[in-house]
């Protein structure tokens, strides 16, 4: 890759990082002011916790999610550009294919949707209301700040090795130190931001 | 006593096909949607649920990861210690953890979900997580653009190789870990006392 790439990529990347400075001050919200979880949260961790034994017992995998995102941006680059992706270090490590995680992801999907609509809470929206409520109606900016948001994070995971589920549970329940490690800067990182973005 | 490490076959032989076996899927569909359907039960596929704890205002999230985190600790090792499953460490590289780490939760505050609930958040019709999706796929591919230099630099700064706590504190991990599963309880209990959501 030329440098002058890298370099344009990393410009865009802090000129948009600087961006929310841009937004002055708004509406202070309370998440609390906004539905909560349907079930118990312990109910659902202790349920989760089971549901890793029964991937390492049964598929003699971890709960993870970060590497679907990598695999799907692998099978476009494959599409496009089939040489240069696979002479990028990270996919010559892992080539992208429909492995356990991926289908797992996919089905996470369905999952939520089955939960959603059992318990009447399928939305159908395009804005959360408690970030309407500070940063108003508009999608652009949503969309701004979440892919934006992803790019970040997809970065951060890959470079740490693994997202909340793979190091934050996963990672963690096995005494991992670098999990402990990664999960530990995932909530500084994300605290120090949200109460920029959410406490003006 | 067996050694757990030795006895159980190990898994990490690189894929060599382009799709997994059809069993091994299988259960990849089942475990996914049970994963889901609890994170959506959850809550943690709430925008401001997942927001409201970075904000330091909603505990839900901490509730439901330390439960896991006791839970599953608590089945595994004795598990792993029978040798009917293998663990799976990844490498503590210290510059890459914390950098990535600050990275991560820097874009999980500005997106609102994490790759995980994201899936989920899309499942219950919270449609502007696609915006976030895109992004991970896009960003995902930019770090594959870096990867060769993270490779030769960040990667390598502070690399320990796969560390577990009990072995860096040179502690035996049976103990351990019950004094582990004790400790994150307690702390349930506390956040339990003192932040009704």
């Known amino acids: 890759m030329r440098t002058s790439y890298k370099v344009a990529l990393l410009l865009g990347g802090l000129a948009w990082l600087a961006s929310p400075t841009v937004f002055a001050a708004g509406n202070a919200v309370n998440s609390l002011d906004y539905p909560g979880p349907a079930w118990s949260p312990y109910v659902v961790g202790a349920g989760i916790g089971v549901l890793s034994w029964l991937t390492f017992y049964f598929s003699d995998e971890p709960i993870g999610a970060s590497s679907f995102y990598a695999g799907v941006s692998g099978f476009i680059g494959k599409l496009f550009a089939k040489r240069h992706t696979q002479s990028l270090a990270y996919f010559k490590d892992n080539p992208p294919r429909v492995s356990w995680e991926f289908v797992f992801v996919l089905a996470t999907i369905v999952g939520g949707a089955l939960a959603a609509v059992t318990g009447g809470e399928f939305v159908n929206e395009w804005l959360p209301p408690m970030w309407q409520a500070r940063f108003g109606d508009s999608l652009a900016l949503r969309a701004a700040f979440g892919t934006g948001g992803g790019v970040l994070m997809a970065f951060g995971a890959r470079l740490a090795g693994g997202c909340t589920s793979g190091h934050g549970i996963s990672g963690t329940m096995q005494l991992n130190l670098a999990s402990w490690i990664s999960v530990i800067c995932f909530f500084i990182g994300g605290i120090t931001v949200a109460m920029t973005l959410f406490k003006p | ?197």
Request: a positive charge.
């Open chain 2, 1 to 197: 006593m067996i050694d757990p490490g030795q006895a159980v076959q190990q898994s990490t032989a690189p894929p060599a096909r382009a799709v997994a076996p059809v069993t091994k899927l299988l259960g990849g569909v089942i475990f996914g949607l049970a994963f889901g359907f609890l994170l959506q039960k959850g809550g943690v596929g709430k925008f401001n649920i997942l927001t409201g704890q970075l904000l330091l205002q909603d505990f839900t999230v901490a509730k439901v990861m330390l439960t896991a985190i006791v839970v599953g600790m608590a089945g595994i090792f004795p598990l792993h210690h029978f040798a009917k499953v293998n663990l799976h460490i990844k490498p503590t590289r210290l510059g890459a953890n914390i950098i990535g780490g600050l990275l991560f939760g820097a874009g999980f505050a500005l997106m609102g979900y994490c790759p995980g609930t994201a899936a989920a958040a899309l499942g219950q019709g919270s449609w502007d997580t696609l915006f976030g999706m895109a992004g991970l796929v896009a960003g995902s591919w930019i770090f594959a653009e870096f990867s060769g230099w993270t490779k030769r630099t960040i990667e390598k700064w502070g690399d320990l190789g796969k560390v577990l706590l009990p072995d860096l504190l040179h502690v035996r991990r049976g103990p351990f870990v019950i004094v582990v599963v004790g400790l994150l309880t307690a702390g349930l209990f506390v956040l339990h006392r003192y932040f009704p959501r």
